[in-house]
């Protein structure tokens, strides 16, 4: 059974920062590129940043510079270091590991980030 499990979102002031986890079971993890996405409320999910099974990284325009994305393949668990919050980062935030070669993709079930003094 595939499972990812995020932790670490919460209220925060504008300029804080937060970290994301996602904790990985049921994959070769190494194998998955990892991805976070984050839906607002009326908005679509977009990508805010994608690590690939090699380790390359790929950000959203918007979060450039503020957020990392990062991987460790011994805890099968996915990271997101989020720097100089803004509002407009509020969001729930979802865990994504894609395959594409194997036609995989499992979600997590989101954690909420909010951004507010």
């Known amino acids: 059974q595939v499972q990812l499990v995020e932790s670490g979102g919460g209220l925060v002031q504008p300029g804080g920062s937060l970290r994301l986890s996602c904790a990985a079971s049921?994959?070769?993890?190494?194998?998955?590129?990892m991805g976070w996405y984050r839906q607002a409320p009326g908005k679509q999910r977009e990508l805010v940043a994608i690590?690939?099974?090699?380790?390359?990284?790929k950000y959203a325009e918007s979060v450039k510079g503020r957020f990392t994305i990062s991987r460790d393949s011994a805890k099968k668990t996915t990271y997101l270091q989020m720097n100089s919050l803004k509002p407009e980062d509020a969001a729930v935030y979802y865990c994504?590991?894609?395959?594409?070669?194997?036609?995989?993709?499992?979600w997590g079930q989101g954690t909420q980030v909010t951004v507010s003094s």
């Open positions: 994504n590991a894609n395959y594409n070669l194997g036609g995989l993709d499992y």
């Open positions: 690590i690939t099974s090699g380790g390359t990284t």
């Open positions: 049921g994959i070769i993890f190494s194998i998955y590129a």
